[in-house]
């Protein structure tokens, strides 16, 4: 078993392959932690939990028969608030007296193989083989309130989950105000935070800062991560690269309001939190009631940042995407949003569809457009009956002859909005969020229905199960335009206002767990204005996610490293756009968009139909390697040779799991006269011998990893090369 209870220290010790994670019953049945980091050995590590009382400002526990412990100072495994440990806290409940004074101490725990779900929530998944499970029942002494921390280990990845379940076993109603899924206090404070942040079109920017004493947030108020921020942080050493050096990843699969806070306290030790976002946060749980806070995922490396994202990569793909595509090769795709915005008809449709099938494309996306009033967005949002108009006739006529055409056909929705100027407006107002005497704020023209309400739901899955059940939709492009503001719910009594952000997410997952039992081919791609939502809950639903809408080769490069911290290539929707960019009127080559659209789920954003003969020939070209290099890409390790931020170069490249196959791509972000360009490889088999597909020369793995390789000399900016390797 990778989980073990010692009985002699009462310690639970949680083992994966490279790390352990030690926390033991203390006197008072306190639950204190002790390590985490790279595997120890038997060694009783209590020790490393003594912090000493250095003075009255530090309480005692009543409870614990040492004056030199003092919760204010010991490293908790879960904390709390008001019951004498003063730094963040995971866990504060209101109980039905008023008092915010919460306390948890161990009763019992159970170990088992497996991971159990959690309900109504996604997570990621185990059998039997692969992960156990440990439950640790706790409660609060005062108030009986029950609360179990849940810790599953991946046997073969050095992966931790945790959750946490509260069930209120008490006589009256009790208000859950913090709740973090995951609390992890370390001995020291050597560290650089590490986040992803960013804007629209600029989604996904590592930042890495060092901590300081105080608190350091990452965190949405949204509704959804939004795309300033990613629910992942990292605590690195500053020493950590891309190939040495810890990293502790943290990821919440979680689409809502998510903060991760990490403080340090002023004994330069380390607490940091990951869960829902407490600002903004409460939940009434009455009698008898349970609460399951959202998963977080906890990823050790010992070899730096390039491991720690492989093992997420991996468990993603495999362990937490579901259904028949999640291993599947994805559709190339073309989709005619930038081709055409709202200005389109069946026939431009069918056009750009029949050029696209004849170059190697295999899938038509009909993006924003086809429905209601919808030829600009102020109009029809909600609306979900087609456009038949618009269509040149109904859209089953449209749908078949696509399929005619060999190619699968994919359509646009954006179930949870709403436009002012439509008819579902005009039936349902009260279906929207909002605050009664507050004007409701628009975003691009629209607003955000109530996902917590039932009917809300239904109506959507109807519409959908309308237009689905008319024609042969294989893919679904799920789009969410807008962050919530004036959050309320005209279905809640206002002691339960407060639970609107917690509950629209779980609606949405509701709604997109229906939609999938109902259609389990379905191809579905997570969109929020680009990456605005790529979260790892949107990826148990919809195994590929647009990872921005900027599209432009070079932004591209920065956005890709970063969403590759935490997210796979299988997950990521990359597509060659037409240039100038829409945003950023630079032009770079067709090929370099190419090579840097192969990182993901690849497709075309164009007006196909538009691009010169030899444009055309490329798109046959990039269309044959999506296919040839699946294999390598999707299936592959990834390693970021160089990141776009630190020279004028960036490359990166896969390789297979049996290492016989590997592709390196380079992009010159910039040209520099009398500038030797130098690359060393990674994850190649030292033992083997690897033949260069273009060159015809052979190396030695040992060889391109230490020796490395020269770049030929580039002349002009944007230009990028692959090299393709294979085992001899
Ligand atoms: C935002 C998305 O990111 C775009 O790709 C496109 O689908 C538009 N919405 C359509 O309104």
Redesign the pocket.
Known sequence: MSIRFLQETKSFRLDTPKATYLFHIHEGNYLIHDYYGATVGEDDLRYLCARGKRNGTYPNSPDVNNREFSPALAPMEYSTNGSGDFRISALQIRDGGGHNSTDLRYVSHKIYKGKPAIPHQPATYATAEEADTLEVFCKDPATDIEITLFYTVFRKADVITRHTMVVNNTACAVDLERIASTCLDFVDADYRLLHLDGSWSRECTVEREALTRCIKTVSSKRGYAGHQHNPFVALVRSETTEDQGEAYGISLIYSGNFASETQVDAFYTTRMLMGINPEGFGWRLDVGETFYTPEAVMVYSNEGLGEMSRTYHKLYRHNLCRGPWKTKKRPILI?N?EATRFTFDGNKIYSIAEEASKLGIEMMVM??GWFGTRDD?KHGLGDWYVNEKKLNGPLKDLVDRIHGLGMKFGI?F?PEMVNPLSDLYEAHPDWCLKVDGRTMSTSRNQYVLDMSREDVRDYLLDCMAKIMDSCQIDYI?W?F?RPLTEVGSALLPAERQKEVFHRFVLGLYDLLERLLDRYPNLLLEG????GGRYDPAMLYYSPQY?AS?ETDAMERLPIQFGSSMCYPASSMGAHVSRCPSHHMKRTTPFETRGNVALWGTFGYELDITKLTDEEKELVKVQCEEYHKYFNVIHNGDLYRLIPPYTREEAAWMFVSPDKKEALVTVVVMMTKLHRNRYIKLRGLDPKKNYKDEETGKIYNGKTLMNAGLIFPEYREDFTSFKIHLTEI
């Open positions: 989709n949003w993006d924003d967005d646009w954006e492009k789009d335009n969109c929020a204005s680009g647009w809408d």
